[in-house]
Every structure is written in C-alpha cells, then in structure tokens.
C-alpha cells in the first residue's frame, strides 16, 4: 500500500530541446519579463518567497536547477 502511496507526487524530467540547452533564463513578474541566471547554490531567497519559475527563452521549458533574477546594471 505505501509503495504507491507517493507516486501522484512524481514529476517528470524536464527537458530544453534547444541546442545548446538553456540558452538563457526568463521569468515573469507582474506582466514584466525578467531575465535569470543559473546559481549554483540553488535558488535564490527571492525567488523562492515570490514562488517564480524560470524558462527557457528558447523551448519555454521549465528550468529545473536552482536559479536567480539576474541584476540590472
């Protein structure tokens, strides 16, 4: 019974069929495209308290690693 008690919980790999992958990273806010960058240290505090999801700009698959909003110059 616990064997499947889990398994609506799955999800499936995300895949960026763009070569090469991830070109880059958008998400949005309030209507207004931003653009992200990869983070090795997973996703950034901000990122995680509005609950934003990043893209890929190419594909529009989502990014599955952590991230953040990249900063403005």
Do not use: I
């Not at 806010?29 to 990869?38: A, I, M, N, Q």
């Not at 609950?51 to 403005?72: D, E, F, I, M, S």
């Amino acid at each position: 019974m616990l064997f499947n008690a889990f398994r609506w919980g799955r999800k499936g790999v995300t895949t960026c069929a763009c070569s090469p992958e991830w070109p880059g990273l958008v998400t949005e806010l309030d209507g207004e495209r931003l653009p992200g960058v990869p983070n090795p240290d997973g996703d950034a505090t901000l990122v995680t308290y509005l609950g934003l999801k990043a893209h890929c700009t190419g594909c529009g698959a989502r990014y599955p690693h952590g991230w953040a909003v990249q900063g403005r110059d």
